[in-house]
């Protein structure tokens, strides 16, 4: 069966493409599926459920397929839950510049206080009847104060998760898709959409 997954962000599409394999689903990507580069739905929504369905609907019903879109973030205790939906927005240029953002907000922050944690929330969508289910992963850890790690993506130098005593920068693939938020999530909606 064919999944279009709504996303343009290659480190999203990898951990999707080494989540789903094994499964009976072909991941369609958007450029695949006719999708316009410059067609993007805006994440206008302040939860990830919403984000998530926004994108599943949106990329879905410009597809007429079968989609599942995702939204996750970085919510930092000391910060009072930010930078949260706006984890990929949270300054302008590049995975560092954010993290490094981040880490200058936590300048002085005992590492007792800088507890975190990776939400992400898994959208399913079927233009045909309309239907739409949604499923979520979190992943707890804590914020260090420098980067350890090249691996993955976004914040993931930087997250240190304690029962692997690494950071999600020097996770294998295996090892992240078997602990992270979306690991987590996409076994969910593996699930559902298997049913």
Known sequence: MKLLIA?????????????????????VSLDEAGVEKDFVVEETAETFVGNAELKARGYGDKAGMLTLAEDAGLMVDALGG???????????????????????ELAGVSEEQRGAQFVAVAAIYNPVDGSLKTCEGVCCGRILTEPVGTGGFGYDPVFFYPELDKTFGQLTAAEKDGVSHRGIALKKAITILAN
């Open 7 to 27: 996303t343009r962000n290659q480190g999203k599409v990898k951990e999707m493409q080494h989540a789903f394999a094994g499964s009976d689903f072909k991941l």
């Open 82 to 104: 930010r930078p949260g939906v706006l984890s990929a927005r949270y300054c302008a240029g590049s995975d560092e510049d954010r993290y490094r953002k981040l880490l200058g």
